[in-house]
């Protein structure tokens, strides 16, 4: 009895020791998730702005294998011993955590009960209600280079199975846009023998990406490209990620017509597919893939003299501004990675006019180099204010009392988001849901 006594006394001990590092992990892993909280408290991430993460308590076992997969960092937090969404506003849509969930209790939705997302219809296979008529990439909600690679395969995929080919003359398909997902969905057509045509309306590819900062940080993810390889990189820059879609284009052989914009998509005479109408003529294709983004345009204020020299929407050679008085408008990260490489040009005078009294939806690292710029003068911040008017050598603005400042200024950088296309959309016939917490479609 006594030797029983000791033999379970041992194996207490022993169960007890081997339990230590876990217990130990769980509360750091615990005090990291309060203080994510709190950090999305103060950033104010907690207001998602399109797909995001949300977690079913009822499934989920607390493992932590999607806080550890979330490639963006503190998008999900364990807080309770169980994972929570705590930065909303940070999710890209790349799905990881929802791929490695052991239980399937995280899906990605789009909007809120309380804050819709308007996007355009689309079906399983990408189709929109219009037959014949695809949306694939950003403009479907979903953000990350991976995801907009994968769901033009599919979709092209899905293309390649219908019966029939085009008669001589018209296309079996039109892709629209030569970002990541128009890339993608030109390579796989050519891989499935589809006569395509491939239009991109800047003279260079890169789509939304191309207007990013100098420099700027992409996250995407490990995934195979037909004719060309894997990219193997998790997150890559701008410049880095531009070079690679070149590289992609001259090893695949695939052709894109750059520098043409699509003005109209219609139902083509006959009923037999579509007429795309372009400045440099018309063509006939069976199907159409749109993989424009969900920028469409810059979003502009509206005031006098913003249609004049000096007045820019995006910042692609912040040198060319140095010894310049520049005013960057926004609160976003666009606006506040603009200012911080303007701010390291010698002698550039670098002012931030954002409508609110203080930053809200920056990653913490972009909050963090701003505010020490601030603290070192590089940038001066303009709290609660609103551009009213460029002037030639000045801007003008009105403070959260309304009162009109005029100050001497070169060139200002505005961004507050782009417009959603959906004028060109509706002119297609696509139809528009607002979604209030709608379960994204799995790719």
């Not at 909303?88 to 789009?110: N, S, W």
């Not at 004028?423 to 917490?437: P, Q, V």
Request: one cysteine or more.
């Amino acid at each position: 009895m006594t030797e029983l006594v000791i033999i379970w006394a041992v194996a207490v001990v022993l169960a007890g020791g081997a339990m230590v590092p876990f217990v130990r992990k769980r509360r750091r892993l615990e005090h990291a998730g309060k203080e994510a909280e709190r950090k999305a408290i103060e950033y104010n991430l907690q207001e998602p702005q399109s797909l995001h993460p949300v977690v079913d308590p009822g499934l989920c076992a607390g493992c932590g294998a999607c806080v550890a997969a979330c490639p963006e960092g503190d998008v999900l937090a364990l807080v309770g011993m169980q994972p929570k969404a705590v930065a909303p506003a940070r999710c890209v849509g790349h799905g990881m955590c929802e791929r490695v969930c052991p239980t399937d209790a995280i899906t990605l939705v789009f909007g809120t009960e309380s804050r819709g997302v308007e996007l355009p219809r689309i079906k399983e296979n990408y189709e929109t209600n219009v037959a014949g008529l695809y949306i694939v990439g950003e403009l479907g909600g979903m953000g990350l280079v991976k995801n907009a690679f994968e769901q033009a395969r599919q979709c092209i995929e899905s293309i390649a199975r219908s019966p029939g080919r085009a008669p001589e003359g018209v296309y079996d398909v039109v892709i629209v846009g030569a970002g990541p997902a128009g890339l993608s969905a030109t390579i796989n057509a050519k891989k499935h023998g589809l006569r395509y045509v491939t239009f991109e309306k800047e003279p260079d590819l890169g789509g939304t990406v191309r207007r990013y900062p100098r420099r700027k940080l992409v996250m995407t993810h490990h995934f195979d490209v037909p004719g060309y390889g894997r990219l193997g990189f998790n997150e890559v820059r701008k410049e880095e990620l531009i070079d690679t879609w070149a590289d992609m284009v001259d090893r695949t052989g695939i052709e894109v017509e750059t520098g043409v914009s699509v003005e109209a998509i219609h139902p083509a005479p006959d009923g037999e597919g579509f007429v795309v109408e372009t400045p440099k003529g018309s063509v006939r294709a069976l199907r159409v893939v749109l993989a424009i983004g969900r920028r469409g345009t810059p979003r502009k204020l509206g005031i006098p003299g913003e249609g004049g020299d000096g007045v820019y929407y995006n910042l692609m050679e912040p040198e060319h501004f140095a010894g310049r008085r520049v005013t960057v408008v926004g609160g976003g990260d666009s606006a506040v990675e603009a200012a911080l490489l303007l701010a390291g040009q010698p002698g550039t005078a670098v002012r931030l006019s954002y409508r609110k009294a203080a930053l809200a939806r920056v990653k913490p690292r972009n909050r963090e180099r701003f505010d020490a710029a601030v603290e070192a003068g590089t940038i001066e911040p303009l709290w609660a204010t609103n551009l009213t008017a460029i002037g030639d050598g000045t801007v003008s603005y009105a403070d959260a009392e309304g009162t009109e400042h005029t100050i001497e200024n070169d060139d200002v950088f505005i961004f507050v988001g782009g417009e959603l296309p959906t004028a060109f959309l509706k002119s297609c016939g696509i139809a528009m849901d607002t979604h209030f917490g709608t379960p994204r479609i799995r790719s």
